[in-house]
């Protein structure tokens, strides 16, 4: 830089400090931009500005900056390499101008420690001025400050470059810093610190990506362990490479030794997975005999192809072949439950039953509602095994936990061939499956709009088309349907069709939650016990009149379900004495307002922001570090709230 450039700069800083005149002209926009904020903040321009050192917070601080300074590290030592011995030193700040990390020659280190440029020195604008760090993290982009370029008198005598570290979402976390003596100022260093923030920002992405995809490999697995069926998967070479423990018992092998073994080695006839791989088609349904368990597998296998279509391993499906099996995917085929399995004598459960059996005696369309956990299936059961149609199938669906681009092949069925991945002669569907007899469609506000089209055509026409058929084919069934969602609001929302929802609210019965129904609570909690202690085998359980009424003091969000789960945790964790206490009894979230209960009162938002804020304060003893985390929001931006609230 020039001797005449530099007394321009001079000539400037004098005017402006003095004057409170501003030589645009003499100054770099940025420069001057920056002095404009200084002013605004009442930035002294002859002090040492320590007044916001963070002094026993910067444990603190390191510990917030931790992912940062590791993957920073190697590159700052590795750039202070590059100026070591020239007077320069290399600092590392926070997004909020804290100095986390410094590393320089012994002389620079000593002096700018003087004006803390050090670890838990803040160098923001607000505290110090223009200066490369506060200055790069407003302008969010690197800059250059140039010894009377800086605000403050004190830190004339520096030249500083600085470039802000960015995370892979883009947002700021950092600024990387290369300080020294003005007299060995070089219009390079800016260069080296914008390709050391690169070399950053590339390992932030990096660690991330690598993060994901071990996240991604823990949740395969948690995924594969909660699958029902066995699943195992080879490589083209017919190498293990995944087995869930379903698999390996099926198949009676440790599936952790199992893995990078050949198929052969686990299954003595593993033809139908090799011929999968060499001829890169599936097999559906292949039953085999494991010798060594003595049980009948069903096996069905699929290719597992690259984004070129080439086959790069298989998969394949275990179950265990069952001579009685009454369950197909996505539907049962029978229903177990009659109105006397219906425990609860209050008014609202009684009217329930008492429409249920109406239902039962009409071949009218069924609408159950009702919150989650109710029990609305169990009323459709009753229903069904309450009318004409009991001797035939029951298909019960749960629309909501279908994808959907697989709701209408499961409910409408499909043809051969009419996407890839359908078996070989087509699949019936759940309505060709409960003909004659009842289907139950749970959840049936979940069903995307244009599947609710082919719903109504077939209630009005009982006909239905296979996926890739130009034929129909009449059907003769019941419909009930349930939901948790308001359906009348849905229609007003554009969510739910209002054709079909009056097709559906012929006959509607609503099942009361369970905190309308609190008087049923003894009988059903009894029923728990005697059904749970025989699954836990526990033997002659009793409970106290304490659990009882700890029972009736919770406000049951998740009904029946949630009930019967308490009480089957309070079984596991029962001493051998027997007696159920109320010390037994974990709730797993807190009792919400009740309906109809009247609002005395309701808080502005500010109100609400002033009292969080306050409480904070309050919590952690006015450090302002930790209730800024807490509360999630910036250092000043807390700052400004505290002024504009006049909290004290």
Known sequence: ???????LIEEAWNRYIANDVLDVHKLRPEIAHSWQRCRNFKVDPFGQQDLDSIGSELKDVLQASQHLIKIARPFIHNLYGFVKGSGFQVVLADNDGLIVEAIGDPEIIKKTKQVQLCPGGHWSESVKGTNAIGTAILEKKPIQIFAREHYCQPHHYLTCSASPIFDPEGQMIGVLDITGDYKAFNPHTLSLVVAAVSAIENQLRLHKTTSKLYVSYRFSNTLLETISDGVISVDNNGVINQLNSYGGKILGVDPKLSIGKHIASVLKKPSAMLQVLSSGVEYRDHELFNEDTGKKINQSVSPLRDDTGRTIGALAILRENKEKQSVRRGGSLAAKYVFDDIIGESDSILKAKKWGRIAAGSPSTVLLTGESGTGK????QAIHNGSS????????INCAALPDTLIESELFGYEEGSFTGSKKGGQAGKFELANSGTIFLDEIGDIPLYTQVKLLRVIQEKKISRIGSS?????DIRIIAATHKDLKEEVQRGNFRKDLYYRLN????NIASLHERMDDLPLLAKHFINKLSLKLNRKNIS???????KLKTYSWPGNIRELENAIERGLNMLSDNGVLVPELLQFDSPAPAKIGERITEVKSLKDIERDAIVQALNLYKGNILKVSAKLGVGRNTLYRKIKEYDIK
Do not use: C, N, W, Y
């Open 377 to 380: 299936e169990l009323f459709a």
């Open 1 to 7: 830089m020039t001797a005449q450039v530099i007394h």
């Open 389 to 396: 149609r009991k001797d035939r199938p029951f298909i019960a």
């Open 471 to 475: 034929g129909e084919i009449s059907v």
């Open 543 to 549: 409970a106290s009149d304490g659990f009882f009424d």
């Open 506 to 509: 012929v006959i509607t019965i």
